[in-house]
């Protein structure tokens, strides 16, 4: 069920976004939208493929920072409105 779904990724970012506040000087907490991957879940019509996504999300983890806790990511970096 879609609504299923959404209302558990809801939680999960609810409790990362806690995360970040209570960790914020230990670690740096982000979350991602890995975009629409070819996997079973994504379809033979979805957008990327899984290196792709991966590799994006590799190489924004490599180079966040501190202002960067608590933000929520696209897998190729760009920063998206919670």
Request: negative net charge; hydrophobic residues 45%.
């Amino acid at each position: 069920n879609g609504g299923l779904y959404r209302a558990s990724k809801a939680a999960l970012n609810s409790v990362l976004k806690d995360a970040s506040l209570v960790l914020g000087a230990k670690a740096v907490c982000v979350a991602f939208h890995p975009g629409w991957v070819r996997t079973d879940m994504g379809g033979e019509g979805a957008d990327l493929e899984v290196a792709h996504s991966v590799g994006g999300i590799r190489h924004t983890l490599a180079h966040l920072g501190a202002a960067d806790n608590g933000g929520f990511f696209n897998f190729d970096g760009s920063p998206l409105s919670w």
